[in-house]
Nanobody, 124 residues
Framework: QAQLVESGGGLVQAGDSLRLSCAASGFTFSTYAMAWFRQPPGKEREFVAAAGWIGGNTYYADSVKGRFTYSRDNAKNMVYLQMNNLSPEDTAVYYC?????????????????WGQGTQVTVSS
């Protein structure tokens, strides 16, 4: 059974950093594109970052470019999101998602598996 478990969220101040982790199990991790999405309070879930299953380009939302860094470790079945210079606008529940043989889509409907999310709250 496929499972994604996010961790690393918390309450921080503006300008601080956090590193989110997502542990994957129950599927062939190396053949899945992995992505991070987030859902701010009262808003729709939105794309943050992703990369295709064969590596290559990493895609970022304009709002996080230059501040967030996506990475994955196929040997550990892990994906990470390093978030620097956080602002209150980054407050959201952050989700990781997996897309079989995906190319790193920004579209939620492309993803097959989702984690339960981890809360990130940034105070001003």
């Amino acid at each position: 059974q496929a499972q994604l478990v996010e961790s690393g969220g918390g309450l921080v101040q503006a300008g601080d950093s956090l590193r989110l982790s997502c542990a994957a199990s129950g599927f062939t991790f190396s053949t899945y594109a992995m992505a991070w999405f987030r859902q701010p309070p009262g808003k729709e879930r939105e794309f943050v970052a992703a990369a295709g299953w064969i590596g290559g380009n990493t895609y970022y939302a304009d709002s996080v470019k230059g501040r967030f860094t996506y990475s994955r470790d196929n040997a550990k079945n892990m994906v990470y999101l390093q978030m620097n210079n956080l602002s209150p606008e980054d407050t959201a529940v952050y989700y990781c998602a997996a897309d079989d043989y995906g190319l790193g889509s920004t579209l939620r409907e492309k993803y097959d598996y989702w984690g339960q999310g981890t809360q990130v709250t940034v105070s001003s």
